[in-house]
Antibody
């Protein structure tokens, strides 16, 4: 069964960093780009970027450039998203989502993780 | 940068009725990259439609997509209780703000 399993909820203080993990099961991890999308409370979806698990290449949304780092560990089929210099505006549920296309950035996300809630508060 | 505007913001209908949701892009886009997602409360989004009109795996025939250029539509016929949710259109790295489909 194809699925993405994310790490648990995090509580962080302003200025701190958070690293969310996303483990994949049931498919070839290196064959599909992985996207990260976040959703603030009561708000819509916001795309943060993707990582190509095959070679580690990344593409970040301009808004997050300099603050986000996406990495992967092919040995355990896991992707990671680290966000630094957190503020209360970063309070959100963070999702990983698999790109549907084989070895390409198609941006259609056909499998989603369950989400990881990150709360930033002093 | 492409902006996607969805309308209406909220749509109130009864089970059994049909729903039509709209998504307008700020400039002409390739329909290849237009997708629609459904998000129920407390759940992750679910892919419904991609390439503007292709149903994702397991999506019922009641869901259909259409459109080209700047205007795209998601139609849901014979609404069922589980269909009442928020729907998002997407073009590559941009999402619309969502349409909430609620029970009238």
């Amino acid at each position: 069964q194809v699925q993405l399993v994310q790490s648990g909820a995090e509580m962080k203080k302003p200025g701190a960093s958070v690293k969310v993990s996303c483990r994949s099961f049931g498919y070839s991890f290196t064959a599909h780009y992985m996207h990260w999308v976040r959703q603030a409370p009561g708000q819509g979806l916001e795309w943060m970027g993707w990582i190509n698990p095959n070679n580690g290449g990344t593409n970040y949304a301009q808004k997050f450039q300099g603050r986000v780092t996406m990495t992967r560990d092919t040995a355990i089929s896991a992707a990671y998203m680290e966000l630094t210099r957190l503020t209360s505006d970063d309070t959100a549920v963070y999702y990983c989502a698999r790109d549907q296309q084989w070895l390409d950035d198609y941006y259609v996300m056909d499998v989603w993780g369950q989400g990881a809630r990150v709360t930033v508060s002093s | 940068e492409i902006v996607l505007t969805q309308s209406p913001g909220t749509l109130s209908l009864s089970p059994g009725e049909s729903a039509t949701l709209f998504c307008r892009a700020s400039q002409s886009v390739s329909s290849t990259y237009v997708a629609w997602y459904q998000q129920r409360p407390g759940q992750a989004p679910r892919l419904l439609i991609y390439a503007a009109f292709t149903r994702a795996t397991g999506i019922p025939l009641r869901f259909s997509g259409s459109g080209s250029g700047t205007d795209f539509t998601l139609t849901i016929s014979r609404l069922e209780p589980d269909d009442f949710a928020v729907y998002y259109c997407q073009y590559r790295g941009t999402f619309g703000q969502g349409t909430k489909l609620e029970v009238k």
